[in-house]
């Protein structure tokens, strides 16, 4: 499984843009990248995904470089509630071929009022 | 439509016995997939579910077991429990190709 980099920490201020930075160099051509969050001991929410161009949808956008060995996962005007653990993960696959989620430790983003 | 839900959502147990754990699918969803969270870390994939199958593992020992039922439901059953095992157990339901899991809010095991 492609392995990703996250800072273990973020800080950002209520209203501003969070850019959340993800380094995955050893993606393959055919991996997709999601972002997932998890606030305080609830089950992980999907965000956003992408292979290889730039993505947006009502939560988030996701900036996938063109070599695709980084990728940034922006919330443009963040929330208190958007305080979670941020999770970028390169989708794997099973012993059978098929897909699966493996998270690292991710970044714990904290808004600031 | 009707997310992913678990139970029980908190759970005690001594060392060596054993524990179920529960999971119905989001509807539609017809792959089940279950992870170990233990505290400060990310979710470790257990294993995966499809069309009532074990249809992948992580590097989990066989005393993790599973069950998907013909309605998609699942259980987990974790044997012989150990202190290591106290987690937070999440299920994920998914379309066995599909983009996008949905994750149940979790069951909280303690091993005592």
């Known amino acids: 499984d492609a392995k990703t980099t996250q800072p273990p920490s973020m800080d950002c201020a209520e209203g501003r843009a969070a850019n959340l930075p993800c380094n995955h160099s050893?993606?393959?051509?055919?991996?997709?990248v999601y972002w997932y969050r998890q606030i305080h001991s609830q089950g992980p929410q999907y965000i956003i995904h992408g292979l290889k161009n730039n993505e947006t949808n009502e939560m988030a956008s996701l900036i996938i470089t063109e070599d695709r060995k980084s990728s940034t996962l922006i919330l443009p005007h963040a929330t208190l509630r958007d305080t979670a653990v941020y999770y970028c993960?390169?989708?794997?696959?099973?012993?059978?071929?098929?897909?699966?989620?493996?998270f690292g430790t991710g970044t714990r983003l904290t808004i600031i009022p | 439509e009707t997310g992913v839900t678990q139970s029980p959502t908190h759970l005690i147990k001594t060392r060596g016995q054993q524990v179920t754990l529960r999971c119905s699918s989001q509807?539609?969803?017809?792959?089940v997939s279950w992870y170990q969270q233990a505290l400060g870390q990310g979710p470790q994939f257990i294993f995966q579910?499809?069309?009532?199958?074990?249809?992948g593992r992580g590097n989990f020992p066989p005393r993790f077991s599973g069950l998907q039922f013909p309605n998609y439901s699942s259980e987990l059953n974790v044997n012989a429990l150990e202190l290591d095992d106290s987690a937070l157990y999440l299920c994920?339901?998914?379309?066995?190709?599909?983009?996008?899991?949905?994750f149940g809010s979790g069951t909280r095991l303690t091993v005592v």
């Open positions: 579910y499809y069309r009532e199958e074990e249809n």
């Open positions: 994920a339901s998914s379309l066995l190709q599909g983009n996008g899991y949905t």
């Open positions: 993960i390169v989708r794997g696959f099973t012993n059978f071929g098929n897909e699966k989620l493996t």
């Open positions: 050893t993606i393959s051509g055919n991996e997709y």
């Open positions: 509807s539609g969803h017809n792959t």
